[in-house]
């Protein structure tokens, strides 16, 4: 019988799907799933799936070649929730920076004010006029801009 273990060929892991914490899941040639720890990037880093639950936890690195097949439609978050969670999380980051974070550009996720704030104007621009965020405008980013990338 083949599996995992005793057979040497590369993983083919095909996607299916994204879990409760918005990591990718993959399912390879012999059933077994696989999460990408760094949410989606270029770079996958896939753990096993604890006991080969889609929403269990990453375990244990893989060990062996994997080739990724395209999704039959694109994996992209259709209802961008990841988008709004994402740039709310980096409109914290600017609160938390300019208050008890003592303006310590290392608290920030990229280390850098400016490429912060590009980041959030990335993101923000990313949506489609209907679905800005309401919570956030465009003038509120420039607002954070100005009071982070101005050294006082």
Same mark, same amino acid.
């Given at each position: 019988?083949?599996?995992?273990?005793?057979?040497?060929?590369?993983?083919?892991?095909?996607?299916?799907?994204?879990?409760?914490? +918005?990591?990718?899941?993959?399912?390879?040639?012999?059933? $077994?799933?696989?999460? /990408?720890?760094? !949410? #989606?990037?270029?770079?996958?880093?896939?753990?096993?799936?604890?006991?080969?639950?889609?929403?269990?936890?990453?375990?244990?690195?893989?060990?062996?070649?994997?080739?990724?097949?395209?999704?039959?439609?694109?994996?992209?978050?259709?209802?961008? +929730?990841?988008?709004?969670?994402?740039?709310?999380?980096? $409109?914290?980051?600017? /609160?938390?920076? !300019? #208050?008890?974070?003592?303006?310590?550009?290392?608290?920030?996720?990229?280390?850098?004010?400016?490429?912060?704030?590009?980041?959030?104007?990335?993101?923000?621009?990313?949506?489609?006029?209907?679905?800005?965020?309401?919570?956030?405008?465009?003038?509120?980013?420039?607002?954070?801009?100005?009071?982070?990338?101005?050294?006082?």
């Amino acid at each position: 019988m083949k599996s995992p273990e005793n057979n040497k060929e590369i993983l083919t892991m095909k996607p299916i799907g994204i879990d409760s914490w +918005s990591r990718p899941v993959y399912e390879d040639q012999y059933g $077994r799933l696989w999460k /990408d720890i760094t !949410l #989606g990037s270029h770079t996958p880093e896939l753990c096993s799936a604890l006991n080969n639950a889609f929403d269990g936890e990453p375990d244990l690195p893989i060990r062996r070649p994997f080739f990724i097949l395209a999704a039959e439609e694109e994996q992209v978050d259709k209802d961008k +929730s990841f988008q709004y969670q994402l740039l709310d999380r980096f $409109r914290c980051d600017c /609160d938390y920076y !300019l #208050g008890y974070g003592n303006r310590n550009p290392d608290i920030l996720p990229s280390k850098d004010e400016k490429e912060h704030i590009e980041a959030m104007k990335r993101i923000w621009l990313s949506f489609p006029e209907d679905e800005k965020p309401e919570w956030l405008t465009w003038e509120q980013i420039l607002e954070y801009e100005k009071a982070i990338c101005t050294k006082e």
